[in-house]
């Protein structure tokens, strides 16, 4: 059974940075490309950054260039990602998912970022 552990959320003053993890479990986590997305207070989920099952392609949505960056450790069944240069607007729950399986989520980690 597909099974995603998010961590590494906190509270932190807008240009901090923080680091989230998602540990993966339950299918072969290095053949599938992978994916972070958040959700902010009142909003829909929205899509945040991928990388595919290698790390060798990364992607990101417009509003996290240059300062997200996505990256994953096969032999750590992981997938990370590093916020830089925090704004007000990043404040959300944040989620990882694998493609393969984009019904499967976990409980989310907590990002609020303040002034």
């Known amino acids: 059974q597909v099974q995603l552990v998010e961590s590494g959320g906190g509270l932190v003053q807008a240009g901090g940075s923080l680091r989230l993890s998602c540990a993966a479990s339950?299918?072969?986590?290095?053949?599938?490309?992978m994916r972070w997305y958040r959700q902010a207070s009142g909003k829909e989920r929205e899509y945040v950054a991928g990388?595919?099952?290698?790390?060798?392609?990364?992607n990101y949505a417009d509003s996290v260039k240059g300062r997200f960056t996505i990256s994953r450790d096969n032999a750590k069944n992981t997938v990370y990602l590093q916020m830089n240069s925090l704004k007000l607007e990043d404040t959300a729950v944040y989620y990882c998912?694998?493609?393969?399986?984009?019904?499967?989520w976990g409980q989310g980690t907590q990002v609020t970022v303040s002034s």
């Open positions: 990388i595919t099952s290698t790390g060798g392609n990364t």
């Open positions: 339950g299918f072969t986590f290095s053949s599938y490309g």
């Open positions: 998912n694998a493609v393969r399986w984009p019904n499967y």
